[in-house]
């Protein structure tokens, strides 16, 4: 049985014209694209039309986008690059709802003498603006503040907070790995100076990121040894992947508005359902401000684990949140930030969709996950006698 996959913001299935780009550089195209020969030279044609084309889906120039292996790599390189060039500022500032690749690398900074300041969420996962604002001093080196939550897909102001970074004199990186190609993003009308994108997300293979950095923009490369990306990203160009993410690109700038409508319709279809068929359950995110393909529910008394299991017996696909975090026994750092009630963040289920989900796929949840709840409820500990099953 094809699985009913609606785990997209984990990873995203390749599109077969992203996979059908890639095949010939795995083949006869096989050349180094730094080469003097033209068998190699040639493919540096390819890298570039693919720098292109991500350069359109975020508008930007493509001499500000810089090739990497993940949007982890992305984070980093932004973040560190930052630091490196304000060797005097010693403050970081973040938010409480980031992404472990950003707010790992956060902690660890903060244990090798850096300040953090994590700014916090509202019990919708609204960014605190007036405490960013305060947050910002003169010792401030980058704030680094996500586009958009992976958990809830909550949107944050990022065009706001760029101009209040912009104004301070503070180097702005968003983390825009789930909101590029679900969302409009144009960086010509924003002051954001470094923005990171990973391919998986978006219907590319895993093993691609990309890092946008503004034209001005003082940086220091994380990975020093070659000429490739123009002396800011060394290593040997991973052309297949790079023709892929540029392709995957290509197709979300062609299809975001018409897909998006598609998605959102099935996403509110398939919430709005589960909100009224399942008695005591929420949805744990902002209403309006969120991306069109994430819903994230808790159902009182039952625990998330035991919800994926059943539902992956049925064939169905979720997550209880960040797949990077998904073998934590910790509760999830978004929710608790928000104020999420215990009964209802620990059985908190993210739904997130892509072009690729169908009607049938939101049929084949609504009915399965009604009769999941019931079960888990009749045997769980945590609930009380009288409840609604």
Known sequence: MTPAYLDNNATTAVAPEVLDAMLPFFKERYGNASSMHSFGGDCAQDVAAAREKVAALIGASPDEIIFTSCGTESDGTAIRAALQVNLGKRHIVTSRVEHPAVRALCAWLGERGYRVTEVGVDSEGLLDMAELESAL?????????????????VLFPVERIAEMCRERGILFHTDAVQAVGKIPIDMRKSAVDMLS???????????????FVRKGTPFEPLMIGGHQERGRRAGTENIAFIVG?????????????????????????????????????????HKTQRLPNTTNIGFRYVEGEAILLLLDREGICASSGSACTSGSLQPSHVLSAMGVPMDYKQSATRFSLSRYTTDTDIDRTLKAMPRIVKRLRQISPFTPAGAAP
Do not use: F
């Open 137 to 153: 001093t003169p010792d401030t080196a980058v704030v680094s503040i996500m586009w958009a939550n992976n958990e809830t897909g």
């Open 197 to 211: 994108l990973s391919g998986h997300k978006l219907h590319a293979p895993k093993g691609i990121g990309a890092l």
């Open 245 to 285: 993410v540029g392709k995957a690109c290509e197709l979300a700038a062609a299809t975001m508005d018409k897909e998006g409508t598609r998605v959102k319709a099935l996403r509110d279809r398939l919430e709005g359902g589960l909100l009224k068929t399942v008695p005591e359950s929420r949805r744990n995110g």
